[in-house]
């Protein structure tokens, strides 16, 4: 299974990786309902889409960034599955070799 949802199968194996990170940095998780949302004309939110929306203001503060993922998202259609977003940001690195995080 490609997209195996957290917790919902016992025993399930996930892959992870070591990411260089550094104080700023900030990580988005989501659920699929976000880049699913389906518009009138049936095309998808999308990952680029939210991509492009997250990088252009990941500067701000967290609140701020889902505040406007979520008005985005509503604004392109109405909610028909869940929507959850987790964001974090890297305050500070206390020593070098903590730098990788594993995801």
Do not use: W
């Not at 880049?35 to 991509?51: A, C, D, M, S, V």
């Not at 406007?68 to 929507?83: G, P, V, W």
């Amino acid at each position: 299974m490609e997209q195996c949802p957290l917790g919902l199968i016992p025993g399930a194996s996930y892959l992870s990786e070591k990411v260089r990170c550094a104080a700023g940095d900030v990580f988005m998780v989501l659920s699929d309902g976000l880049i699913e949302t389906i518009n009138h004309e049936e095309e998808e939110f999308g990952l680029q889409r939210l991509e492009h929306l997250f990088l252009h203001q990941a500067c701000e503060p967290l609140s701020v960034i889902f505040e406007n993922l979520i008005s985005a998202i509503s604004h392109y259609e109405t909610q028909q599955d869940d929507r959850t977003i987790l964001l974090v940001r890297i305050v500070s690195v206390a020593r070098p070799d903590s730098q990788l995080l594993r995801i």
